[in-house]
């Protein structure tokens, strides 16, 4: 498998002739992000990980294109019907030939007196997991961690007691959209620090920049 860190939140696997692409939200510049996907994943509504216009223009240019996503996305995207695929916590699912694990529940508190929103984790082929706005520990094996490096619902000590509970075999940043320059490199020396302490690969990827797993 293939995996593409592009801006933001938005990661793009490809295995065989098959594209997934998790969470492309209007903070992913990439204006083809969405070219060629054959299933979308979106973890929640907020802004940054979910755009329906641009989605919505994706699933008209090409019609076999569907979603697979949280319950208040999917009801925002009631109105093209089968082609949106509400799923939740505990789900198991096969998704343009990829098997989809459905883990989490609720985003990470953004204030004390608002519950939280749904949010929806997916753990693509037992191999890659990206656990949009929360900090999920599934209860299987996760080897590749979409690990958020920045976000207002997270500090700094939470990043990495969520990288040594999850204790992946490496980790790729996302929710890295809203740093400059100078912020980026405190989070990445941050990030290579947890993975130093487990003994693992824990960086960031560049925009556009891809790896194989």
Not at 138 to 156: D, F, H, I, Q, Y
Request: contains cysteine.
């Amino acid at each position: 498998m293939r995996l593409t860190k592009l801006g933001h939140a938005c990661v793009r696997l490809q295995k065989d002739d098959r594209t997934l692409v998790i969470d492309p939200g209007a903070l992913t510049p990439e204006t083809d992000a969405l070219d060629g996907a054959d299933a979308v994943l979106v973890t929640h509504e907020h802004f940054d990980h979910f755009d329906p216009d641009r989605l919505r223009a994706a699933m008209a240019a090409d019609p076999r294109l569907d979603v697979w996503c949280s319950r208040a996305v999917a009801a925002s995207l009631a109105d093209l019907g089968g082609r949106v695929h509400e799923v939740g916590h505990g789900d198991a699912v096969t998704v343009a030939g990829f098997d989809v694990h459905v883990y989490g529940e609720d985003h990470e508190i953004l204030h004390p007196d608002v519950p939280p929103i749904p949010n929806t984790g997916f753990l693509v082929d037992g191999e890659v997991f990206h656990p949009g706005d929360a900090l999920t520990v599934p209860s299987e094996t996760v080897r590749t961690l979409c690990l958020p490096g920045n976000a207002p619902w997270m500090k700094v000590p939470e990043m990495y007691a969520y990288a040594r509970a999850v204790n992946p075999e490496r980790a790729f940043v996302v929710h890295d959209g809203l740093l400059n320059d100078a912020g980026l490199g405190v989070m990445a020396k941050h990030v290579g620090a947890a993975g130093e302490e487990l003994g693992r690969d824990f960086r960031r990827l560049a925009p556009g920049e891809s790896v194989e797993l």
